[in-house]
């Protein structure tokens, strides 16, 4: 039976990148030694990460004015990072859902930190909008994607002060216009490769902007001036984060991306929306076009468990919502073909004949 993966992530990676990306683990580059064991100071891997990086700025066409630096740590470390190295004063962060919240805990430790907005009193279930952000704030946070709740900020905020965004969850998926931002940082468990590398889109005039003392591995600037290799990096997480970004282009760039995202989220919502087991839990207008969130209707509550069960042996795979808000949760990110959106679609309404 074929498995359909909608884990949230770790996630679906396109089989481009996974066929690839073991080949190289056997025989690297025909060196005749594994990607896991060679030097990553090599010819042969610098140019993964050189390719890597050009194709990052080629796919969301990232100005000069911009650098792209490869490094671990996840967003988690950017929670810390972002504020070590531009909170000066005050730093504004808009609030919806866990992910945000954690950044604004970090964000904390170095600065005042104004929370502009915060859906958290409706479970997040929305993006909250009308809200002002300070002039004198040193940037502006948001988290363009919300994994667990199935929330998604389509259009960007326009504001009087630099931008920082954690695109951990939809970069790639869209076209962004990186002129706005100051920082734009993504963990590569979504859109892009294994857990273990983060991508970070820095402005060059942002680097040492705090003014304060910043430890080496935390500062931008030394992950900027070492090309990524100030310390050892994630080898097969770039490796395999190129393959995807190959895989991109070959499939007609992140608009061709976007294409298809909507048509694949078309698909679901219109299902959750027709079907009368099942509702979203996220507002219309906010919902999601990687993480699609849904429980049953009231009046069939008892049959989640049932659903699940029945879910699973038709091969939908991580599908059960996240621990804090259950439910279940689809994530289509840009490796997931529409086939297997239909056939989920054809599972819930199998479900639906039997009840």
């Known amino acids: 039976m074929k498995k359909h993966n909608f884990y949230a992530g770790p996630s679906i990676l396109s089989q481009y990148t996974i066929k690839n990306t073991a080949d190289a ?14 030097s990553h100071r090599g010819k042969e891997f610098v140019a993964v990460c050189d390719g890597a990086r050009d194709l990052v700025k080629e796919l969301l066409d990232v ?18 990072m972002v504020p ?22 970090e964000a904390k430790l170095f600065g005042e930190v104004e929370v502009v907005a915060s859906s958290k009193e409706k479970n997040y279930t929305f993006i909250p909008k009308n809200y002002t952000v300070s002039d004198d704030s040193d940037y502006f946070h948001i988290t363009t994607n919300n994994t667990i709740y199935g929330t998604q900020i389509r259009q960007i905020p326009e504001v009087n002060v630099p931008l920082v965004a954690d695109m951990s969850s939809d970069i790639f998926s869209r076209p962004v216009d990186v002129s706005k931002y100051d920082v734009i940082y993504a963990g590569a468990q979504k859109n892009l490769a294994p857990s273990g590398v983060t991508i970070v889109i820095v402005r060059k005039d942002a ?5 304060r003392p910043i430890p080496t ?36 760039g992140i608009t061709a991306m976007q294409k298809k995202n909507e048509e694949k989220a078309a698909v679901l919502y219109d299902e959750i929306d027709r079907n009368k087991l099942f509702r979203g839990t996220s507002e219309t207008e906010d919902r999601s076009l990687m993480n699609v969130c849904f429980v049953m209707n009231d009046e069939y509550k008892e049959l989640e468990p049932e659903f699940a069960t029945f879910a699973a042996a038709a091969g939908m795979i991580g599908i059960k919502g996240h621990r804090s ?9 840009n490796a997931m073909p529409v086939d297997s959106v239909k056939a989920l679609v054809q599972t819930m309404q199998d479900f639906e004949k039997q009840h």
């Open 25 to 38: 683990i056997l025989d690297f580059a025909n060196t005749g030694l594994s990607l896991m064991e060679v």
């Open 63 to 80: 100005p000069a004015t911009h650098d792209v630096i490869f490094l671990g740590g996840g967003a988690s470390m950017q929670f810390c």
């Open 84 to 105: 070590y190295n531009l909170l000066k004063k005050k730093a504004s962060y808009l609030d919806t859902g866990t992910w945000a919240s954690k950044a604004i805990k």
């Open 207 to 211: 680097l040492n902007r705090a003014g």
């Open 217 to 252: 591995m935390l500062n931008y600037m030394t992950h900027v001036e070492k090309e990524s290799m100030f310390n050892t990096p994630p080898v097969v997480p770039i490796f395999a984060a190129l393959q995807t970004l190959k895989w991109y282009k070959e499939n007609g």
């Open 325 to 333: 808000v259950g439910g279940f949760r689809a994530s289509i990110y």
